[in-house]
Nanobody, 119 residues
């Protein structure tokens, strides 16, 4: 399976963006999905995650501003980012826990999409 992310761009502080990440290819099961980000000089960090049942989790720095959702039928995960701040600037990566077959799990990463927030 492959993940294709889109929706990044340049936005002013206080603005919003919506990221999308679609899974393609054959897989036995698509499990938890999430968004990570890596800012300049920083390590990659979890931004938000969502289970197949819709249970979500967020990093403290984005709670109340970002919303993760998914469309299981379309195998797509979204990240609605509101009230963006300059410190949100990063490359955002989508991630999915996949099962190519019932016995093995494989983490898959998208290619990354750049979000730039001007002050």
């Amino acid at each position: 399976v492959q993940l294709q992310a889109s929706g990044g761009g340049l936005v002013q502080a206080g603005g919003f963006l919506r990221l999308s990440c679609a899974a393609s290819g054959v897989v036995f099961k698509l499990d938890d999905m999430g968004w990570y980000r890596q800012g300049p000089g920083k390590e990659r960090e979890l931004v938000a995650s969502i289970t197949t049942g819709g249970v979500t989790d967020y990093a403290g720095s984005v709670k109340g501003r970002f919303t993760i959702s998914r469309d299981n039928a379309k195998r797509t995960v979204f990240l609605q980012m509101n009230n963006l701040k300059p410190e949100d600037r990063a490359v955002y990566y989508c991630n999915a826990e996949t099962y190519p077959d019932p016995w093995q799990r494989r983490d898959v990463w998208g290619q990354g999409t750049l979000v730039t927030v001007s002050s």
